[in-house]
């Protein structure tokens, strides 16, 4: 194990370079010291679940093989983690600081002295070619501008510019940066600043804060526009106005630091300038009085009407019964990346369970104690009214991360953190929980599109099912590839339906009317009904992820299509098409699916999609391929942060994601994406070098494209040969994918392969040598292993290609002349004679196609003489 320790008050460039190390790191846990400086503390207030945090104590130090120790190089530093180190323990260093006779003996890492340790680490990053998020960024940068004094320091290098510059191409935002960065003031300024804090007054408007302070002094003090930004840090207000006489001249500055207070227009009335949100004006002879009640009056029209939890808020809301246990609550909380739910109990909000509540009851193996015993009972709940910035108020100082949202006394949604920073960052992209998904749907009507492209039994079946759940008083919906194909406008009759109701019921009451059979599978309440013309439907029930969470759970968890979708792989994915009578062929898209499909972006729906499912990452390659779609940058890096994940999946699952890649895509992208997203390794631990692989793959596309040009057929189980290809081809190499070989057929495919590379019977052929001659050597194997055989052989010997294809082409064509009839017909009795004859045959006909069937017939007839 590793873990990722820095100094203790830590700063944020220690933060944010024990950040940038777990992206080096990604299995490292982070461990904080014992004591924050008061900006990071501030940060973490609101950012405290967007990673996860250990403390020392949280650890078992003996399991610990490395400590990577960033912003400093000394354990003396480290607070209560120099108290708990063993022998076996290495060092890893990424600091600024020079080293001393107290710095650590490290072995990996980089010391040198520039402005942030952070920029070693982005450099690192960089190198590595590791994505990183806005969100990221904006941590990273708070680390270079914090400890190079925004690059005023002498400590400041042009590398630590160089990476902020990236952090700004990568988007950090520095409005973020400014709010949590501090930097000292004069001695002069620092009294300034503490007469107008003194001095001031704050009004409250729509939730955001202004404050307006005043006063008069002989001397000038300069930089008030930086005053006046520490003021509003310092307050926590959301907009700062200060006026100061300074001899003469009355100088009014003016900054905002939320996207709804625009300073401007108050400025501008005393011909002053700037921007929205940092603006200044000058006059003189003028009483501080008289401009102090002026703004004001005015400061009403500058405040924008606030986001409120309204706009913000999940919902419907995810909640447990005050009997679930805790055991049931962390399995949800990890199932649907939830940080909390809220309990309920008849209706009524009984209390909030969090993460940590239930990882310290875990913690004391209490997973079977009901969630009552460990929630807070007196939750802080908000109403659709409360703005964005009391929300956040509220998360800050009442130490909360998630607040229930009522209306008339019942719970309607729920506002995490995550919803706030979301808001706060205005990127939704960062967000992925789609907790802001729009609760109403976007709809498109496609009556049209489904009447062209599906056929008439098809369409009819879906109008049936719709019909059939509504009199039952349940909705169906299609949903997943057959909507996305049609949208596509690709065929496909693969009908996935899910109900909001029993999926079982319903199949069984369709076959009732309309005959054929049902397949029920009672643990999930889905159904397969095959109708009396063959097709196969599955009924899905939407409930079914709950059935994994039995008894504990109250009424108003039961799913509806929107939970149902929002389980699935990718937004493109995860659309629906109502089939009930009154809204048939109508689209329902709740998570932007239709226009990601325009775009050809690939979208997880939230962000442990992966992590729940890894195959879901083979699949993302897969579409990526078939639709020349792309993963947009988070899937992306999601999906590489997952890629260890696909080691906790059956062979068995694998192996049927990886037979549709290598076999019905382009596997040459499929390994070139597989390598990217770093996945290999967790696949196979036998790889071969990067350039064999690509040229055999190469000769695969090749020599298959030649085939299909000749409308011979491949059989699926080439994909193993293929798959087989990516390895040394050793012995290990070969149980290694036999373990991926669900069907016999596979197996034959890699074995076979796996003896003519042993052989190697073309090492006895030329290219020149009779099509009889090769018959020889491969008359008895199958198509697959050998198409798998001569495209490793070709990638090697080239100048095998076309004879190798034209021999298959020639043997899968050809029409034999004589059958054991015509052979018993001559008065020659059975046995294992005749095959060696009509092998014979083959081979003459090989040569010479236009041979008659007597004079073959009269050959074989000789051959059998001499032979025997
Ligand atoms: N699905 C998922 N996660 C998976 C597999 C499937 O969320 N690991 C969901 C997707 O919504 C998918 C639906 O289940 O659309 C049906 O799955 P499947 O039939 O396997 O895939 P299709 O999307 O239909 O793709 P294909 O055309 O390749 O079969």
């Not at 590398?159 to 004069?186: F, H, M, T």
Request: contains cysteine.
């Amino acid at each position: 194990m590793r873990i990722i320790a820095s100094h203790t008050n830590l700063d944020f460039d220690g933060f944010a370079s024990m950040i940038a190390a777990k992206k080096l790191y990604p299995q490292a846990e982070i461990v904080l010291a014992s004591k924050l400086s008061p900006e990071v503390d501030h940060f973490l207030a609101i950012y405290k679940d967007t990673y996860s945090f250990k403390r020392v104590k949280n650890i078992n130090m003996n399991h610990v093989r490395n400590i990577t120790l960033v912003d400093t190089n000394s354990l003396s530093r480290t607070g209560d983690l120099k108290n708990e180190l063993h022998e076996e323990i290495t060092f890893t260093v990424y600091d600024h600081h020079p080293l001393t006779e107290k710095s650590v003996t490290f072995e990996e890492g980089v010391t040198e002295q520039v402005g942030a340790t952070v920029t070693l680490l982005i450099e690192e990053i960089q190198r590595k070619e590791i994505n990183i998020k806005p969100f990221e960024a904006t941590i990273f940068a708070l680390g270079i501008y914090s400890d190079t004094g925004a690059f005023t320091y002498s400590s400041t290098t042009g590398r630590d510019l160089q990476a902020a510059a990236w952090l700004l191409d990568n988007g950090a935002s520095l409005a973020v940066v400014e709010k949590y960065r501090e930097a000292p003031l004069e001695h002069d300024q620092q009294s300034l600043f503490e007469t107008l804090l003194d001095q001031s007054t704050q009004i409250s408007i729509d939730g955001v804060n202004i404050l307006v302070a005043t006063h008069e002094q002989e001397k000038y003090t300069g930089n008030l526009a930086y005053i006046s930004r520490r003021i509003m840090d310092r307050s926590g207000v959301d907009a700062v106005f200060s006026i100061v006489k300074m001899g003469e001249k009355v100088f009014i500055t003016s900054r905002s630091s939320s996207e709804r207070i625009n300073v401007l227009p108050i400025i501008k009335q005393f011909s002053g300038g700037g921007h929205k949100k940092a603006a200044s004006a000058m006059i003189k002879h003028e009483n501080v009085n008289n401009i102090q009640e002026n703004v004001l009056e005015q400061l009403n029209e500058i405040v924008t009407p606030s986001l409120t939890a309204e706009h913000i808020m999940t919902s419907p809301v995810r909640v447990v019964a005050p009997d679930t246990t805790i055991e049931v609550a962390s399995k949800m909380l990890y199932r649907y990346g939830h940080t909390g739910f809220p309990v309920i109990k008849n209706d009524q909000l009984i209390g909030v369970i969090s993460r940590r509540d239930v990882d310290k009851a875990l913690h004391h193996n209490l997973g079977h104690a009901p969630v009552k015993g460990y929630m807070s009972t007196t939750p802080v709940i908000i109403t659709i009214d409360t703005s964005l910035e009391e929300i956040r108020e509220k998360m800050i100082y009442e130490h909360v991360g998630r607040l229930p949202v009522m209306k008339d006394g019942t719970l309607i949604g729920i506002v995490s953190r995550s919803d706030v920073i979301c808001a706060m960052h205005e990127k939704p992209e960062l967000h992925i929980t789609y907790s802001k998904s729009s609760s109403i749907p976007y709809r498109k009507q496609l009556i049209q599109e489904m009447r062209k492209q599906f056929s008439p039994p098809v369409y009819d079946l879906l109008m049936l099912i719709g019909q059939e759940a509504a009199h039952k008083n349940m909705k169906a919906y299609l949903i997943g590839g057959m909507v996305r194909d049609l949208l596509l406008e690709r065929q496909n009759e693969d009908m996935d339906i899910v109900i909001e109701g029993d999926g079982i019921e319903l199949a069984e009451k369709l076959q009732s009317l309309y005959g054929g059979h049902v397949r029920p599978h009672e643990e999930f309440r889905t159904a397969t009904w095959t109708h009396p013309t063959g097709f196969k439907i599955d009924l899905t029930s939407a409930r079914t992820e709950y059935y994994d969470f039995p008894a504990a759970l109250p009424k108003v968890e039961m799913s509806n299509i929107k939970e149902d979708l929002y389980r699935r792989d990718f937004t493109i994915n995860a659309m629906g098409i109502c089939l009930h009578e009154d809204q048939f062929g109508e689209l329902i898209d709740y998570f932007q699916g239709y226009e990601d499909l325009k775009q050809g972006k690939l979208k997880v729906l939230y962000n442990l999609s992966f992590v729940e499912d890894p195959t879901r990452i083979l699949r993302a390659i897969r579409f990526e391929s078939r639709f020349q779609f792309f993963m947009n940058d988070q899937t992306f890096s999601l999906a590489k942060q997952s890629a260890n994940h696909i080691l906790s999946v059956s062979k068995q699952r694998l192996s049927s994601e990886l037979n549709r890649l290598f076999f019905e895509e382009d596997s040459l992208y499929g390994y070139h994406r597989l390598d990217e997203l770093n996945i290999l390794p967790y696949l196979l631990e036998h790889i071969v070098d990067e350039s064999s692989i690509y040229k055999r793959l190469e000769a695969f596309k090749e020599m298959r494209n030649k085939i299909k040009n000749k409308k011979i057929k491949l059989s699926r189980s080439l994909w193993a040969g293929q798959f087989f290809s990516l390895t040394s081809l050793s012995i290990h190499a070969l149980e290694e994918i036999e373990a991926f070989c669900l069907t016999k057929d596979d197996g034959q495919v890699v074995q076979k392969l796996y003896s003519l590379l042993e052989e190697k019977p073309l090492d006895n052929i030329s290219i020149d040598s009779p099509y009889s001659e090769w018959h020889k050597h491969f008359a008895n194997v199958k198509i697959e292993p050998l198409v798998a055989y001569f495209a490793i052989e070709v990638s090697m010997k080239p100048e095998f290609m076309s004879k190798s294809v034209e021999y298959i082409v020639k043997r899968e064509t050809l029409e034999p002349l004589l059958d054991g009839k015509d052979l018993i017909e001559h008065g020659l009795s059975p046995g294992p004679h005749f095959k060696e004859m009509l092998e014979h045959a083959e081979r003459l006909q090989m040569d010479n196609s236009s041979l008659s069937k007597q004079s073959l017939l009269e050959d074989v007839l000789r051959y059998q003489l001499d032979t025997e």
